[in-house]
């Protein structure tokens, strides 16, 4: 069992940062690749970035790379993203999970996810 709990999302006017954080809890970080996921208003969950179980290996969603970076710290159980360059479209509720070894991008592999923490973007 993991428990994920996500945080600093917030408000942030568009082309500023946020880093996001995901601190897990039970069984460590370092059994799993952790991804981050988003769900836009109106939209379905969608992949944005992912970390391989050894931090070897990073995925990005092509609408954010370039932008966001994903790392890990499994010493202190904790994923995060920083999120540079923001836009307005990349507001919504942003959610950690992890899977296996590797990095997935559909939803559906990822056993374990957290709350979610809300991202909002002004333009």
């Known amino acids: 069992q993991v428990q994920l709990v996500e945080s600093g999302g917030g408000l942030v006017q568009a082309g500023g940062s946020l880093r996001l954080s995901c601190a897990a809890s039970?069984?460590?970080?370092?059994?799993?690749?952790t991804a981050w996921f988003r769900r836009r208003p109106g939209k379905q969950r969608e992949f944005v970035a992912g970390?391989?179980?050894?931090?070897?290996?990073?995925v990005y969603a092509d609408s954010v790379k370039g932008r966001f970076s994903i790392s890990r710290d499994d010493a202190n159980n904790t994923v995060w993203l920083q999120m540079n360059r923001l836009k307005p479209e990349d507001m919504g509720v942003y959610y950690c999970?992890?899977?296996?070894?590797?990095?997935?991008?559909?939803?559906?592999?990822?056993?374990?996810w957290g709350q979610g923490t809300q991202v909002t973007v002004s333009s």
């Open positions: 999970a992890v899977a296996g070894d590797l990095v997935y991008t559909a939803d559906w592999r990822y056993e374990y």
């Open positions: 039970g069984r460590t970080f370092g059994r799993y690749a």
């Open positions: 970390i391989s179980k050894s931090g070897g290996n990073t």
